[in-house]
C-alpha cells in the first residue's frame, strides 16, 4: 500500500506565510526608517534653532559691547580734553601770577610823558612799543626798566620820529626775571 501525500498545498500556504511576513517586515522597516528619519530631522532642526538662538544672544552681547566701547571711547576723549584744559587752566593761573607781576613793574617804572602802546609776551621774552616825547625819555625809561627787580637789561630794537613829527616811537624786548614770576607765584 502506498500512501501518497500531496504536500504541494502546505508548501503554498507556507510561501505565502513567508511572503507575507516578509512584506510585513519591509513595511515595519519602511515606517521605522521614516520614523527614524523624521526624528533625526527634528534632532537637527532643534538644534539648529538652539545655535540660532545662541547667535542670536551672542549678535546682541557683540552689539552692547560695541556701544560700551564707543561709551568708554568718548568718556576717554572727554578725559583727556579735560586733563588737557586742566593743565591749560593750572598754566593760565601761574602766569597769571607772572602777568600781574610784569604790568605792576612796567606801571612802576614809567617816566612821565611816555606811553606804552603794545606790550607782548613769549615767554619769559616781553616785547614793547611806546611813544615818548624826547630821545631824553626814552633814553630814561630803558633806565628804569633797568632798574626793575622784575625785569632784566632792555634791548632797544629801533627808535624813530613819530608820523606827525611831534615824538619817538620805540621799541625794546627784556627778560623778565625768574625772581618776578617767583615772587608773583608766591601769594
Known amino acids: 500500500?502506498?500512501?501518497?501525500?500531496?504536500?504541494?498545498?502546505?508548501?503554498?500556504?507556507?510561501r505565502e506565510r513567508r511572503t507575507r511576513r516578509f512584506y510585513y517586515a519591509v513595511a515595519a522597516m519602511l515606517l521605522l526608517g521614516a520614523a527614524l528619519g523624521w526624528g533625526i530631522a527634528e534632532f537637527y532642526a532643534a538644534q539648529v534653532a538652539a545655535q540660532q538662538q545662541r547667535n542670536a544672544f551672542i549678535e546682541e552681547q557683540a552689539r552692547e559691547l560695541s556701544q560700551d566701547i564707543g561709551d568708554l571711547e568718548?568718556?576717554?576723549?572727554?578725559?583727556?580734553?579735560?586733563?588737557?584744559?586742566?593743565?591749560?587752566f593750572q598754566t593760565l593761573q601761574t602766569q597769571r601770577a607772572s602777568t600781574v607781576a610784569?604790568?605792576?613793574?612796567?606801571?612802576?617804572?614809567?617816566?612821565?610823558?611816555?606811553?606804552?602802546?603794545?606790550v607782548s609776551r613769549s615767554g619769559a621774552?616781553?616785547?614793547?612799543?611806546?611813544?615818548a616825547a624826547s630821545e631824553r625819555q626814552v633814553s630814561d625809561q630803558l633806565r628804569r626798566i633797568a632798574d626793575s627787580p622784575a625785569l632784566g637789561v632792555p634791548?632797544?630794537?629801533e627808535v624813530e620820529s613819530d608820523a606827525e613829527g611831534s615824538g619817538r616811537r620805540f621799541r625794546f624786548d627784556v627778560e623778565q626775571s625768574s625772581l618776578a614770576t617767583s615772587a608773583g607765584e608766591q601769594p
Open 1 to 14: 500500500m502506498s500512501i501518497t501525500i500531496n504536500l504541494l498545498p502546505w508548501r503554498e500556504e507556507q
Open 74 to 88: 568718548r568718556y576717554q576723549a572727554d578725559a583727556l580734553r579735560l586733563g588737557e584744559q586742566l593743565v591749560l
Open 102 to 118: 610784569l604790568f605792576n613793574a612796567l606801571a612802576g617804572s614809567v617816566v612821565d610823558g611816555v606811553v606804552y602802546q603794545q
Open 155 to 157: 634791548s632797544l630794537s
Open 125 to 131: 621774552r616781553v616785547s614793547v612799543e611806546g611813544v
